[in-house]
């Protein structure tokens, strides 16, 4: 399924077969999962694409060919960071998520939306067994750097999630089992998510506008709109940090200093080191972390795409060729 230029449907087309360079694999693509930064370069929110292009970058693949790593039959995934400097002053202080020249799947290289792709093999990540094809393809993105934004929430025992997606629902788990309270935002009305929060563990779900009747000690703000953060400020109590985990926002609004004021924190989480998926990835099978999917043929990328942006998929959104 091939992006032309931002702004255009995608095409479903015949390429020829891409060729492993010298450390890169070939595979065979089993499932990918879709994420709300395809909709932004879809969008022309990230710019400077490489055109035509190929979107995905949450790809579960059996190994065909190329590498020393990894052996024919392998089943690998391919996350969002596709490749790094290694020189950087960020890649030799292991921040190698804040490379000054980074390659990334599905956006500077082509990604999963396809039968096959190649990927750098240092970059792979072994997909730990007992998760089937679809539910293993949301833990290399959703799960990887909701897993990271977790991180540097520190240690919130009153956390809220706001956007309840499919980062949200994973997070969701792993901090309920570490004994966290989650309070889920979710647009006002939006009883669905609202359930499915609940099922997976929060003790409050409701309109993140509002806020949940408690103070919490950080907010992950999943959803793409800027208005989050001062809502988010709102529900803090002193000392506690505002953590957005998206890879572009809307405007955030202006608000009163006081709003900040107590120490309190807003940061951005970058990417994701290859550290954070190994040790997210040991961790998932633990939880257990279990994916809610919603499969879908290739073919009907479009269409998946425009019910991610509708906010229609419960969970995670994944396409099987
Ligand atoms: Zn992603
Ligand atoms: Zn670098």
């Keep these: ?11 479903l087309r015949t390429l020829p077969t891409p060729e492993p360079a010298a450390g890169e694999v070939l595979l065979r693509v089993l499932a990918c999962g879709v994420c709300r930064t395809d909709l932004h370069v879809l969008d022309g929110e990230l710019e400077h694409p490489k055109l035509p292009l190929v979107l995905g970058h949450q790809i579960v693949g059996e190994v065909l060919e190329g ?22 002053r960020y890649c030799t202080a292991g921040r190698e998520n804040l490379c000054d020249a980074p390659r990334f799947t599905g956006y500077d290289v082509d990604g999963g939306f396809a039968e096959q792709a190649v990927a750098d093999e240092r970059f792979c990540f072994p997909i730990p067994v007992g998760y089937p094809d679809a539910q293993a393809a949301p833990l290399l993105c959703a799960g990887l750097i909701g897993y990271r934004s977790l991180r540097l929430a520190g240690d919130a025992a009153a956390l809220g999630l706001y956007g309840f ?5 994973i997070v969701c788990q792993v901090a309920v089992a570490q004994g966290r309270e989650v ?6 009305g939006d009883d669905d998510a609202q359930r499915f929060a609940q099922s997976l563990g929060a003790v409050w779900a ?7 009747p408690a103070e919490l000690d950080a907010v992950i ?7 989050l953060v001062p809502a988010a400020l709102a529900a803090l109590r002193k000392g506690g940090s505002v953590v957005c985990a ?5 405007d955030i609004p202006a608000f009163p200093y006081e709003a900040l004021w107590g120490e309190r924190l807003i940061r951005s989480v970058a990417n994701l080191t290859r550290a954070d998926g190994d040790e997210f990835l040991a961790l998932a099978p633990t939880v257990p972390v279990r994916t809610e999917v919603e499969v879908s043929p290739l073919a009907d990328a479009n269409e998946v795409l425009d019910r991610l942006r509708r906010g229609d998929v419960r969970g995670a959104a994944v396409l099987v060729p």
């Design 1 to 11: 399924m091939v992006l032309d230029a931002p702004g255009r449907r995608l095409e």
């Design 67 to 88: 590498g020393t790593r990894f052996a024919a039959g392998d089943r690998v995934g391919v996350p969002w960071l596709g490749a790094t400097c290694g020189t950087c």
């Design 165 to 169: 997606g499919a980062a949200a629902h």
């Design 183 to 188: 309070y889920a935002g979710t647009r006002a």
């Design 206 to 212: 409701g309109d993140a506008m509002e806020g949940p």
């Design 221 to 227: 703000v999943f959803a793409p709109d800027g208005a």
């Design 246 to 250: 998206g890879i572009h926002m809307s």
